[in-house]
């Protein structure tokens, strides 16, 4: 048979055509390349504009944080274009100078094997709890929320009797008060947190009208006026003889704080557990509590994790401003490096800030993936 | 059939300290004077210790004189002026700087979070890299970084950096022109007022025509030649009353100018390009949210891709996009206390420093200081619920 005219006139093929060659640039590069950079003028420009700048800084910032930078240094005098007669990059050496003064503050430097133990407590119970595959959980968080904490305040701040030397807190100082606020923060929120989310959400009107005042009041003022208030107004409060600790006050502003917006991040996920869970507890005959403990929590803060881990980032992030009411924090300590007069020079902060941007970076952008995955996996949990 | 009379059903009998009703009322009894007992605590601890120290009670000081200087005043301000007065210089400030910073935050932001939807991988990957970079480091490493290592390694007045517009910028900050109001101003001042009033006319105007006959008016370009056209015509013809101050480059010095100090360059700059990040995610969000189906819908009704923006996706997106916009304003508003880091004479850095350090009355301060940032977040969430209830999808 061959092609015909069909009677009403139009074309009509009735023979097969023949395997043909893919139209040319389909796929690969070349093709991904002119959709994906070149696909119109403007796209044009900007892709240009883009690739150049990014040529024009990369090399720069390559060269000075890597290819010449100052890896070991006694002073300032080490760094100094001027007195070594050529170019120099970022001053590393004052950072590992100041390695031990960033990390412990100034704890005694025979004690900071505790300090170290700390770290690996907090590491190790952090992974137990975020780890998804990891086994005991339960235990886990016992361990995180109460052992975890009274182990390692025993651990900072010495026990004479069991041989461990009391270390005040004031010589605590740099990556340790930083970690130590953001714990304290996150382990006092969650379940002040929940409490204040489960009095918001509850029928009895005082108890929730005190927890939205708790709850909004915190919410609307900015960090640092809460911990003016726990640094000049909280001694006030208590009597005269009780004279709370510098840090002790800061911690307990910063726990208020977060537990306010902790608090309504558990409140987005009691919110969205189905009515029918709560009706089901109770023609079950559970209590409150037991419908709480056992049926609604469960659930809803397995739903609010990415938001509790991003609330974390938040606290994580704000520690920096316990600087302002004279707490030695990461921040703060290199801050008061970059003032030692050894080291006083122009150049000096560029290289101690970018450490510094490096340090908080790798923490927040790891806690912020581990959002990403665990939220993806809860949608897939949920999807029938 | 016989009917059987239900027997009636009585509660059962409960001990009275398990009646829900009689618990809730326990415990609401309970939290209420666990709640006065802490704040009589507090209260009473307060007037012993302030008593002990010999500090003055209540808000007398607000008459007093201040007796220091501060070194950004938008109103007229000496060390001779009342704490009420730097009260005030200091909430200005905070409202300069926050204003500043929310005008250029939301304009990187928007481009950015533009920028990180295009479809050309480099411009979208080195989006992305800017948001996740500025997410993820704290707000007071950025400013340390813009006030300590970049604008404090700036020249000396006489090596001036010299950047188009008659801007230059030193150790000393940043010197920009300053206009300078002559007698006639207050005409321009009208003409714009005016402008605005016809402008709105037109668009109503263009909408009741389009609504009657179909027909369109080029409104928007009409409003805009009317907005832009009649001031610079009152102020022709008013004979320029604008002067310009311009700063002159001296020897040694820059001479005339208004000076914006290192320090408010600092917070805005810092302020602006963090923020920057988050209004870029929430950019971003809200044209995600708008499903595909709403733009190949208007390309099928026949709208243009002008208008498939406008009347179609953004009106959709914007629902998305303010509530967490409006957040971000009022967290920057918060956060331009951090003033008090770099020494920018913000409200915090006035009241609850300096004030604070030099009368000891630390209650009071505080509260006033937590009161102002208070009304903020109250205004935003009165603006929020007003918004929220007009574009409120309606439904059947």
Redesign the interface.
């Known amino acids: 048979m061959t092609d015909a005219i069909s009677p009403s006139g139009a074309f009509v093929r009735s023979t097969v055509i023949g395997e043909q060659r893919p139209p040319h640039r389909v796929s690969g590069p070349v093709l991904w390349i002119r959709?994906?950079?070149f696909?119109s003028l403007l796209?044009s420009v900007?892709?240009l504009v883009?690739?150049a700048s990014?040529l024009w800084v990369l090399p720069g910032l390559i060269r000075f944080m890597f290819i010449t930078p100052v890896w070991v240094a006694e002073s300032s005098k080490d760094c100094s274009a001027d007195l070594l007669k050529h170019p120099v990059g970022a001053c590393w050496g004052f950072v590992n100078a100041h390695l031990g003064y960033l990390f412990y503050g100034q704890y005694p430097a025979v004690e900071r094997w505790r300090v170290d133990i700390f770290y690996a407590l907090e590491a190790l119970g952090l992974i137990w709890i975020l780890a998804p595959k990891a086994p005991f959980k339960p235990a886990g968080l016992v361990f995180f929320f109460l052992i975890f904490p009274i182990a390692g305040f025993i651990l900072l701040s010495g026990m004479t009797s069991i041989g461990l030397a009391t270390v005040q807190t004031h010589y605590w100082g740099g990556f340790l008060v930083t970690i130590v606020i953001s714990t304290v923060g996150i382990v006092a929120s969650l379940p002040i947190g929940v409490l204040l989310a489960l009095g918001r959400r509850s029928?009895?009107?005082?108890?929730r009208l005190?927890c939205v005042i708790m709850i909004e009041?915190v919410?609307?003022?900015?960090?640092?006026?809460v911990l003016?208030?726990a640094n000049?107004?909280f001694?006030?409060?208590?009597?005269?003889g009780w004279r709370p600790d510098s840090l002790l006050r800061v911690l307990v502003g910063v726990g208020f704080f977060s537990a306010a917006y902790m608090a309504e991040a558990v409140r987005g996920g009691l919110q969205a557990i189905p009515r029918g869970q709560y009706e089901a507890a109770q023609a079950l005959g559970l209590g409150y509590w037991q419908m709480m403990i056992k049926i609604i929590l469960p659930q809803a803060l397995k739903i609010v994790i990415p938001n509790i881990v991003n609330n974390f980032?938040g606290l994580f992030?704000?520690?920096?401003?316990v600087?302002?009411v004279g707490i030695f924090d990461f921040?703060r300590t290199i801050?008061a490096s970059?003032s030692d007069p050894n080291w006083r020079s122009?150049?000096m902060?560029?290289a101690a800030?970018l450490f510094?941007?490096f340090i908080?970076?790798i923490f927040?952008?790891g806690m912020?993936r581990y959002s990403l995955s665990m939220e993806r996996r809860l949608q897939t949990g949920n999807r029938h | 059939m016989s009917t059987q009379a239900i027997p009636r059903h009585e509660s059962p009998k409960v001990v009275f300290y398990n009646d829900p009703k009689i618990r809730s009322l326990f415990f609401q009894f309970i939290l209420l004077a666990a709640v006065i007992a802490l704040f009589w605590f507090a209260y009473d601890n307060t007037l012993a210790n302030l008593k002990k120290r010999n500090i003055a009670q209540g808000f007398g000081f607000w008459n007093v004189e201040a007796g220091f200087d501060i070194s950004q005043t938008l109103i007229s301000y000496s060390a001779a002026s009342t704490y009420g007065r730097a009260f005030l210089v200091g909430l200005l400030n905070t409202l300069l700087v926050s204003g500043l910073s929310i005008f250029f935050a939301t304009v990187i932001g928007v481009i950015i979070g533009v920028l990180r939807l295009s479809k050309n991988w480099v411009v979208s990957r080195l989006a992305g890299f800017y948001i996740e970079l500025f997410r993820n480091i704290p707000l007071l490493l950025v400013l340390y970084f813009w006030y300590g290592a970049v604008l404090s390694s700036l020249p000396e007045p006489r090596d001036s950096i010299a950047i188009p517009g008659d801007i230059w910028l030193n150790s000393r900050g940043l010197l920009v022109p300053r206009p300078v109001i002559l007698d006639q101003f207050w005409l321009v001042g009208w003409s714009i007022v005016l402008a605005l009033g016809v402008a709105v006319a037109i668009t109503r105007y263009a909408r009741r025509r389009q609504a009657e006959t179909g027909r369109r008016l080029p409104a928007g370009w009409l409003s805009t030649l009317v907005m832009i056209g009649l001031p610079l015509i009152v102020y022709f013809a008013a004979g320029q009353p604008l002067g310009l101050d311009l700063p002159v480059k001296g020897r040694f010095n820059i001479n005339g100018g208004l000076n914006l100090a290192p320090e408010l360059v600092a917070m805005v700059v810092g302020l602006s390009t963090y923020t920057a990040a988050f209004i870029a995610e929430a950019v971003r969000a809200g044209v995600v949210a708008v499903s595909k189906g709403q733009t190949e819908a208007a390309h099928s009704l026949g709208l243009t891709d002008g208008q498939t923006l406008r009347l179609v996706i953004m009106p959709q997106a914007l629902r998305v996009i303010v509530p967490p916009l409006n957040s971000e304003f009022l967290s920057l508003t918060k956060n331009s206390s951090l003033g008090v880091s770099i020494g920018y004479p913000d409200l915090v850095n006035v009241f609850t420093g300096t004030v604070l350090n030099q009368t000891g009355q630390a209650v009071e301060m505080v509260s006033v200081t937590m009161l102002v940032y208070l009304s903020f977040s109250l205004l935003t969430s009165a603006f929020m619920n007003w918004f929220n209830t007009r574009v409120a999808l309606v439904e059947r």
């Open positions: 959709e994906n950079l696909s796209n900007l892709t883009f690739v990014v029928k009895m009107p005082i108890s005190v009041f919410r609307g003022v900015p960090l640092i006026t003016f208030m000049v107004m001694p006030l409060f208590v009597p005269e980032i992030k704000d520690t920096t401003l600087a302002i921040l801050q970059l122009a150049e902060p560029l800030y510094a941007a908080y970076f927040c952008y912020a």
